[in-house]
């Protein structure tokens, strides 16, 4: 803890004066009552009679001269609080303890995450079924046959059967370039493997024959693709995550490009890494834990302050549970991958990781640890005092102090 610098701020020598004189006040109370108990009388020594507080120069100097006669004009805030008071502010400074709500909280709620992960496939089965409601409207039936000849959509030999929208750069929302160009020109361009060899394919009708239409104009052609994007990402197979068109054409092996499809369209067992199982799916562990956690602590706050608005200790406290409860997750995610793998002699069962909640758990684990190294070793400082307490519209003149 740094000294009080020799030639002190004001409010330094007022705080301190002050807390002087109530010290000097107690114990001469504590004097006048011992002599009332023992019958004899002791004149009182005379106390500062410190001027107006409206008159604040006055105030100051009155302050330096009390001190200056006290002899106490370079101390620590230890020498000026009484052991209760560093023990509050030591108090004040340090993290929130966890309550047993709070652990039966984190433990709740680390369950509920854990097991929607584990089930995520047959919660993925009930959110298609819902979707295929979707997929039979008059304005879906409508767009499919809007956009039923566009050669993004090409399924012919080496293009991937059902796992043809990873095979090229048409259903890839991070490639929309490319793919607008494919239904201007009329011409499909993917990639695929023919015995070991990466084959480029360019195709301008579907493999029975039917030639693509040219659409020249870019808004018509942005328009369809946008369109039939639409009707497919509702569909069990969805849509292949940005970028993922393009592991897949930079693949240096086969066997490595078979991954990166399977990843998508795992051909049976749960579903793969899509739009659909990433937006939703995989996102309801990381809801489900960050929903729970926050509304516990905002009933906290709410009965124990009438207030939502958490406190700087409340938000470190809430990042602490919210990284142990995402831990479970992403423990429980983690090792189901990894029997996965193991049972399957597979890497196939990597689709078990969730990667929502392991991105948040990283994010939280930083957050926490550089919380904790910033945590003050001792009690606080007469600035930091000064900030935490004085209105926002509080003097100027009070310099560094004011807010």
């Given at each position: 803890?740094?000294?009080?610098?020799?030639?002190?701020?004001?409010?330094?020598?007022?705080?301190?004066?002050?807390?002087?004189?109530?010290?000097?006040?107690?114990?001469?109370?504590?004097?006048?009552?011992?002599?009332?108990?023992?019958?004899?009388?002791?004149?009182?020594?005379?106390?500062?009679?410190?001027?107006?507080?409206?008159?604040?120069?006055?105030?100051?100097?009155?302050?330096?001269?009390?001190?200056?006669?006290?002899?106490?004009?370079?101390?620590?805030?230890?020498?000026?609080?009484?052991?209760?008071?560093?023990?509050?502010?030591?108090?004040?400074?340090?993290?929130?303890?966890?309550?047993?709500?709070?652990?039966?909280?984190?433990?709740?709620?680390?369950?509920?995450?854990?097991?929607?992960?584990?089930?995520?496939?047959?919660?993925?089965?009930?959110?298609?079924?819902?979707?295929?409601?979707?997929?039979?409207t008059e304005l879906i039936s409508r767009w499919k046959r809007e956009t039923t000849n566009l050669p993004i959509d090409y399924t012919g030999a080496y293009a991937g059967g059902k796992a043809h929208r990873v095979t090229s750069a048409g259903h890839d929302i991070g490639r929309p370039v490319e793919a607008i160009r494919q239904i201007m020109e009329g011409e499909y361009r993917g990639t695929g493997w023919s015995y070991g060899q990466k084959v480029p394919l360019t195709r301008l009708g579907t493999p029975f024959g039917t030639p693509y239409d040219a659409v020249p104009e870019v808004t018509t052609a942005l328009t369809l693709w946008i369109k039939h994007l639409i009707t497919d990402v509702i569909t069990a197979t969805s849509l292949p995550l940005p970028g993922w068109t393009a592991l897949y054409e930079a693949a240096p092996t086969e066997k490595l490009a078979d991954f990166y499809k399977d990843m998508y369209w795992p051909r049976g067992g749960d579903a793969g890494w899509n739009m659909r199982t990433m937006a939703i799916t995989k996102s309801i562990p990381l809801v489900a834990v960050e929903v729970g956690i926050r509304t516990k602590l905002g009933w906290d706050a709410w009965t124990e302050r009438g207030s939502l608005q958490a406190t700087d200790r409340e938000r470190a406290k809430r990042d602490e549970m919210l990284l142990a409860t995402h831990s479970v997750v992403t423990a429980v995610t983690s090792g189901q991958a990894v029997i996965e793998c193991l049972t399957t002699s597979s890497p196939l069962g990597l689709r078990s990781l969730n990667p929502q909640s392991t991105i948040r758990t990283a994010q939280l684990g930083i957050k926490v640890v550089s919380a904790r190294r910033a945590e003050p070793e001792g009690p606080p400082t007469w600035e930091e005092l000064a900030i935490r307490s004085l209105a926002p519209d509080a003097d100027r003149r009070l310099g560094i102090y004011s807010i």
């Open positions: 803890m740094p000294n009080v610098p020799s030639d002190p701020d004001p409010l330094d020598e007022i705080l301190s004066a002050q807390q002087q004189q109530l010290r000097a006040s107690r114990d001469q109370v504590a004097q006048l009552r011992e002599s009332l108990e023992q019958g004899s009388h002791t004149e009182a020594p005379g106390l500062l009679e410190a001027p107006s507080a409206a008159d604040y120069d006055a105030l100051t100097a009155a302050s330096r001269d009390y001190l200056q006669t006290q002899g106490r004009t370079d101390l620590d805030i230890e020498d000026l609080l009484e052991p209760e008071d560093l023990d509050l502010l030591r108090l004040e400074s340090q993290r929130l303890g966890w309550t047993t709500s709070d652990m039966a909280a984190v433990g709740v709620c680390g369950l509920v995450g854990s097991v929607t992960a584990v089930l995520a496939g047959a919660i993925d089965d009930v959110i298609v079924q819902q979707l295929k409601l979707v997929e039979q």
